[in-house]
């Protein structure tokens, strides 16, 4: 058994936080073990993620039908990335053959991303290059989301001609995403065969 326990203090906004891990592994029988793990993880967002900077790349919007800049901002109000860890496994050794199979399961809170820049395209044009098909920018709960868009055209009126063909660039922030769980089964296997053609 194996006990472990990780203290960190980052200071700021960003505080401190206590990670404790403990890992077990019971040799059954000769051939069979069995191992579980649990544990909680910290990540803490760098300071290119927290600083108020743009960082700006371009990338194809079939919206649009072209590539567009997306400008990314730095969020200073951004919290640390937490998660609990859990493994369950067994092992098997017979002879030349061995075997594991594990169970693992994540359950993150707050992880940090980017937003999507092609969810907030296809939400204000759900019609993508269209533009006879209506779009969402004259609808009030988008207004949001067209404001994170600069449009290249001019109306006659001076305000901007909100067209998926006109878009210019989009703003996109570093967020702390919405809990995540996630879990699999891990699977492996080996054989090792002797004295196959003399080798």
């Known amino acids: ?27 059954a029988t000769d051939w069979l073990a069995f191992r579980a793990s649990a544990g909680s993880t910290f990540r803490a967002p760098p300071q290119t993620q927290i600083a108020p900077s743009v960082t700006t790349s371009l990338a194809y919007t079939t919206a649009a039908a072209g590539y567009r800049a997306y400008d990314v901002y730095g969020n200073p109000n951004l919290e640390p990335e937490k ?15 061995n075997a594991t199979l594990d169970y693992w399961s994540f359950d993150f809170a707050g992880p940090i991303d980017n937003e999507s ?28 989301l067209r404001n994170r868009i600069t449009f290249n055209d001019i109306n006659s009126d001076g305000t901007p001609d909100c067209l ?36």
Not at 5 to 25: C, F, H, L, S
Not at 117 to 143: D, E, K, Q
Not at 171 to 199: I, M, Q
């Open 1 to 27: 058994a194996t006990l472990a326990v990780r203290y960190e203090d980052y200071g700021g906004n960003i505080g401190a936080t206590t990670n404790p891990k403990v890992a077990v592994k019971w040799q």
């Open 83 to 97: 998660a609990n860890t859990l493994n369950v496994g067994a092992i098997l050794e017979i002879g030349d053959f």
């Open 117 to 144: 820049g092609s969810g907030i395209i296809n939400a204000l044009f759900p019609n993508g290059t269209s533009t006879t098909l209506p779009n969402n920018c004259g609808v009030a709960a988008y207004a949001g």
């Open 164 to 199: 998926p063909s006109a878009i210019n660039r989009t703003r996109l922030n570093v967020v702390n995403g919405p809990d995540l769980k996630t879990s699999g089964l891990d699977f492996a296997a080996s054989y090792k065969a002797r004295d196959v053609l003399a080798g």
